[in-house]
């Protein structure tokens, strides 16, 4: 600091000392007339209980500056609404107001013929001349709402008769209106810097993006996309370096709906070349915005999702533009998977912010989505492959996620393992020595392998233990739906046989997670036996089908049910399990009513006493097990 400097700031502090000397002397006196009011007696005790404010070196720039109160420190938080609406909305407003009414004026004018197109055009680029010193002497008397609002109508004003210019006057081709609009943005982006002003670097955004329409209208060619790539760089370096977090994202936004803009407009002119300069634009935005968030250029980890969702517009665009060049998809998905890869691996290891693990699960979840998309790019036909892959990379993910703790990797990792499984789903099984079938065993395991993840990953997490237990009872469930015809003690029917068994397996597996969720538990219990009273009637039918007499199946199928029903009495009465008994007891008694609503109608006299009197006999040679003597019993498994 240059001493000319330190003296005028040791000649302001002694003015200030003199001021405060005043102040106290004429509250002394004013305390000993006796009109001490409320106000002086607390600026006292603020005096007395504050410490003096420290000046620093980086405050003492001018003499000039105004030295900082403490309600310029701390602000009221109460919202002014007069000042919101008086100092930034109404200059505003009426400043639309304004220009709707110039343009009106103008139109009259022009009815009337008064003004020629050259003094028009004139005028116009006087009104903003005129709008830009007035803005800068608002700003300059620190009236900064109302100059803002003025210096952005002065831009506005500038594009607008440029734009006339060209479209409606005639007085200039495209190229030089396109280059005055350039320099009108770049004035707009000065002023934005300048005045240290968000708002209009954001305005001055969205009008440069519109430019190319401004000025080619629906015409399409490479120097338009070579502009809009080119200002999509210049603008997130300005919000970069002037840490406008919201130019920033309107910036990234903004270029997609531009490009598809220029995607559509080139699909109806059949230019097809344009393709491929999207796609690179898109991969330069992705890389810049790699680039800032690697570098921490800034203070907050708020752009590392945007990363990702860059990447799958960047991803979607390289694929529209690689159409005629079949192998820069695939180049491009063995990059982003290399580089984030790199990224990850250096991140990981630094994990001594949390921006650096969320860069590091993001980094780790775009390696996930990369290869899952160059999986479904290799293989679109070959469905079954594909599934296999997807379920093996997804179950690896989420396992991989969850070790880590990255939420980003196990939704990731979730997200894939879903479509491998419904591609399998959509598979359908026409023979049981097939590619199929194979594939539905392996997702069956897969789904195992879930059950796992969660029951050994999600300690104490029995929201997820839950899904993945009913998600692999459903599995089962339309496997068997998936089996084809099948004979007693064929394959199918030994599948039949097995997948009922693993269901139980699976039962036994996890009761001890699930025994405070009763209802769970007994709905498995419910759909294991009617998975059984099925395999028991196919088994009856398929039996008798030699034989052919209905009468005989529809007997021997509720003989079936009964026999089965009592099964359970006896296992229940032996183990002393209640619930088997109530099982036993609710399943006679289904058995019962489907004779009597459902097999009378099909069955003849003869068939009908002898199916009665061995229910019958059923019924009463089991109703003598419940008078057995009362001993301990197990708790329930369905229910506790």
């Known amino acids: ?37 409320f106000l002086s007696v607390h600026e006292q005790q603020v005096h007395k209980e504050e410490p003096a404010p420290v000046l620093e070196p980086a405050n003492m720039n001018s003499h000039k500056r105004p030295l900082q109160t403490d309600s310029q420190k701390h602000p009221n938080k109460e919202l002014d609404l007069e000042k919101l609406i008086g100092r930034v909305w109404l200059p505003r407003i009426f400043l639309f107001v304004l220009l709707v009414g110039v343009i009106w004026g103008f139109k009259v004018v022009i009815d009337y013929g008064i003004l020629t197109e050259s003094v028009r055009v004139i005028l116009g680029f006087l009104l903003a001349i005129c709008l830009l010193f007035i803005g800068e002497w608002q700003i300059k008397h620190q009236r900064h709402a109302l100059g803002k609002t003025l210096l952005v109508g002065a831009i506005s004003i500038l594009i607008f008769t440029t734009f006339a210019m060209q479209l409606f006057y005639h007085m200039m081709t495209s190229y030089p209106s396109f280059g005055l609009n350039i320099a009108w943005v770049v004035l707009g982006l000065f002023l934005a810097h300048r005045h240290q002003s968000e708002i209009i670097g954001i305005l001055m955004a969205i009008v440069g993006y519109l430019i190319p329409f401004f000025s080619f209208g629906l015409a399409v060619n490479l120097v338009p996309i070579i502009y809009v790539s080119v200002f999509y760089v210049l603008l997130t370096c300005f919000a970069v370096l002037k840490n406008y977090r919201s130019l920033f994202y309107l910036a990234s936004g903004l270029l997609h709906i531009v490009y598809l803009n220029f995607f559509i407009f080139a699909s109806v002119n059949e230019f097809m070349d344009i393709y491929l300069f999207i796609a690179i634009g898109a991969i330069v935005q992705q890389a810049l915005i790699a680039f800032t968030i690697i570098q921490e250029k800034w203070e907050k980890s708020w752009p590392i999702p945007l990363l990702f969702t860059s990447f799958l517009l960047t991803t979607i665009w390289v694929k529209v533009g690689s159409t005629q060049i079949e192998w820069l998809f695939d180049a491009y998905l063995l990059f982003i998977m290399g580089a984030s890869l790199w990224l990850f691996f250096n991140k990981n ?44 990379q997804g179950l690896v993910g989420l396992t991989l996620g969850r070790h ?16 491998g499984v419904i591609l399998t789903l959509l598979t359908p099984i026409y023979s049981m020595v ?4 194979v594939v539905w065993c392996l997702m069956l395991l897969s789904l195992y392998g879930l059950l796992w993840i969660a029951k ?3 300690t104490g997490h029995f929201s997820v233990i839950k899904v993945a237990f009913v998600a692999l009872v459903i599995g089962h469930l339309l496997f068997m739906f998936q089996l084809p015809y099948y004979q007693v003690f064929g394959f199918a029917f030994v599948m039949l046989c097995a997948l009922a068994a693993s269901l139980l397996g699976i039962y036994y597996w996890v009761r001890g997670l699930l025994k405070n969720e009763p209802a769970l538990m007994i709905s498995f219990g419910a759909v294991h036996v009617l998975i059984h ?25 509720s003989f079936a049910w009964a026999i089965y029903a009592a099964g359970s009495i006896i296992i229940g009465t032996i183990r002393k399990k209640r619930v088997f008994r109530l099982l036993g007891l609710g399943l006679l008694f289904m058995t019962l009513v489907k004779v009597v609503f459902i097999d009378l109608n099909y069955l003849t ?10 229910l019958g006999l059923i019924g009463l040679l089991l109703s003598r097990l419940f008078y057995e003597k009362k001993t301990t019993e197990e708790p329930d498994e369905f229910v506790s």
Do not use: C, W
């Open 456 to 458: 050994h990953k999600y």
């Open 349 to 392: 290891r630094q994990k001594s912010s949390s921006q650096n693990r969320q860069l590091a699960s993001v980094s780790l979840a775009v390696v996930t989505i990369a290869l899952f998309i160059l999986f479904v790019n290799r293989l679109p036909e070959n469905t079954n492959a594909l599934a296999i892959l997807l379920m093996g």
């Open 1 to 37: 600091m240059s001493e000319h400097r330190i003296d005028q700031l040791e000649k302001r502090i002694e003015e200030l000392e003199g001021e405060v000397r005043v102040l106290k002397r004429q509250v002394h006196d004013t305390a000993k007339s006796g009109n001490v009011d």
């Open 605 to 614: 006299i003869t068939t009908r006493s002898i199916l009665f009197i061995g």
């Open 533 to 557: 009273l099925f395999l028991l009637s196919d088994f009856v039918k398929i039996a008798m089908t030699s034989i052919g007499a209905s009468n005989m199946t529809t007997m021997l199928i």
């Open 434 to 437: 097939s590619f199929e079938f």
């Open 404 to 419: 880590l703790r990255y939420v980003f990797q196990q939704v990731a990792g979730l997200f894939v393992f879903s479509i």
